[in-house]
């Protein structure tokens, strides 16, 4: 729906906006259920690979229930997030609770750089140190990693492509299985050629794995609390095709961020001397949907540029 604001950094004359959402909801698909079995799944795990590593001697396994830990700690952060994302708005928070699915990402990423340190330190005091490892305990734990990390990851990989919190949770559980097959892999060489070595340098393969991932996720999450564009969303290409509008003769003011990790808003002015209507802005509104899964667009049509103040480049 348009209507008419008058704007304090305009002089007198008005100029419309629109809120378009063309026909799609603005709440992310729900994985409530993945989250509740990812985390009791991983929990149980967790405690497994504890009891066993120490029992077994094997840094290897205690270093990846640290990670499992952190991916537990994550995905009921993520959870958390999520369900706080879906809170509707109030008068004092009126884009709602949308903000803690990105601030749980952040929180997320900083975990699993926390645990690389940790798993670190212990893999290189065990390179000097070696012990001996009961390698069959540890290829069964492992093994049974494979399929708990490896089922959880297939619980959130129809949403990694639309939701930072959900590609993080698949990226850590994918990531874990691999390390869990390294850790199979490395307990079987250890038995046929006697390396103890072996068991700390899993360790440290695990600590590079964890690294890369909360790096990126951190990356990302930084970026989204700084109001960068969305990864996947190209602010040129969406300014040409804002600009090439008919009627358009000039594109200005334009913003892209994430609302949450999951929805994208935008704002720009348009300049289209001959006026518009709500057809024109619920349709640009429908094609910004369409072409670049932004959803929340709010659009300020304007006669002439001469007297926004903030028609210069340089100006928010």
């Known amino acids: 729906m348009a209507h008419n604001h008058d704007h304090d950094h305009h002089n007198d004359h008005d100029h419309s906006h629109s809120h378009g959402h063309a026909g799609h909801s603005h709440a992310p698909a729900s994985f409530g259920t993945a989250f509740a079995i990812g985390a009791s799944l991983n929990s149980a795990f967790v405690v497994a690979e504890l009891v066993f590593g120490y029992?077994?001697?094997s840094l290897a396994l205690v270093s990846d229930a640290v990670h499992n830990l952190s991916d537990v700690i994550a995905l009921l952060l993520a959870w958390g997030g999520a369900w706080l994302a879906g809170k509707r708005p109030t008068d004092t928070h009126t884009y709602g609770y949308r903000r803690a699915s990105?601030?749980?990402?952040?929180?997320?990423?900083?975990?699993?750089?926390?645990?690389?340190?940790?798993?670190?330190v212990e893999a290189i005091n065990r390179f000097r140190e070696p012990a001996e490892v009961a390698s069959w305990t540890v290829v069964w734990v492992a093994?049974?990693?494979i399929l708990i990390n490896g089922g959880t990851a297939l619980l959130f990989m129809r949403g990694r492509d639309s939701d930072l919190n959900v590609r993080g949770a698949y990226l850590h559980m994918a990531a874990d299985a691999g390390v869990s097959f390294g850790v199979v892999v490395a307990a079987l060489l250890i038995m046929a050629t006697g390396w103890q070595w072996l068991d700390p340098a899993i360790s440290l393969a695990i600590?590079?794995?964890?690294l890369v991932s909360g790096w990126e996720l951190a990356r990302d999450s930084v970026n989204l609390a700084l109001d960068a564009v969305p990864r996947g969303i190209d602010l040129k290409v969406v300014r040409d095709y804002l600009a090439t509008i008919e009627g358009v003769t000039e594109v200005h003011d334009l913003?892209?961020?994430?609302?949450s990790t999951s929805e994208t808003a935008l704002t720009a002015h348009l300049v289209r001397p001959g006026?518009?209507?709500d057809a024109f802005l619920h349709h640009v509104c429908a094609e910004l949907s369409h072409r670049f899964s932004i959803?929340?667009?709010t659009l300020q049509v304007e006669i002439s540029s001469e007297t926004c103040?903030?028609?210069p480049a340089e100006l928010v």
Not at 207 to 210: D, G, H
Not at 255 to 259: D, F, G, P, Y
């Open 55 to 57: 029992s077994a001697n």
């Open 102 to 120: 990105i601030l749980a990402a952040l929180f997320n990423a900083g975990l699993l750089l926390i645990a690389v340190g940790g798993i670190a």
């Open 143 to 145: 093994a049974f990693g």
């Open 207 to 210: 600590a590079v794995v964890v």
């Open 255 to 259: 913003h892209i961020w994430a609302m």
């Open 275 to 277: 006026g518009h209507d």
């Open 295 to 297: 959803h929340h667009a």
């Open 309 to 311: 103040r903030l028609a």
